[in-house]
């Protein structure tokens, strides 16, 4: 009686382990809580994958009655453009010990000037600390301001910070578009102009 219990509790645990199996972007992208994406209910991130799964375009209408589409929806990375002027990009990436974490990195256009923010979290959608994963770029990586002496001229160049994962992650991201605005002011009257 021993033995059949015993092979029984294996047999269970085999059944377990097989079934346990790595969740896709897809599966992750349906439990995402709310918070993560205020404009998709549950409804809009079912109705996207239903629509993937149908060979329909992967758009549904939003919470503020826009449309909102998906561009890519893989096992390990999403593009969503949730307006015109957002977007988020979801991606699996893993630790070192294997274990897997979602980086989900939301951008806001203002006048075409795309600004980011990364946020990490787990397979459970609990919020991981950014910094363990992500170093913050220097002022430097991004805006310089140079005065020349001889015109009075001050420059001011500012470029889309350059995304940055740890080494310690082993993962490579695609390097972002980087756009470049330079303005430039001329001193008259103790006051600087901006030139055209």
Known sequence: MKEI???FI???LCM???TAH???LKDLFLKMPQEVCPVLSEYNRLEIVDNQK???TMQTRNLFRTFSKMEELTDDYAHLVISKNSEKEMKILKKNDGTPIIMVISTIFCDDTPD???AFYSTDWEPLRT???YTLPAIDNFRRVTIDKTT???TVTTTNAPLTLRAEDNNTPVKPMTLTNTFRWSVADNRFILND
């Open 152 to 154: 009075n001229q001050l």
């Open 10 to 12: 294996l047999g269970i």
């Open 22 to 24: 790595a969740q896709s």
């Open 116 to 118: 980011s923010s990364v």
């Open 16 to 18: 377990l382990c097989g």
């Open 54 to 56: 149908n060979n329909k």
């Open 131 to 133: 910094l363990d994963y």
């Open 5 to 7: 219990r015993t092979t």
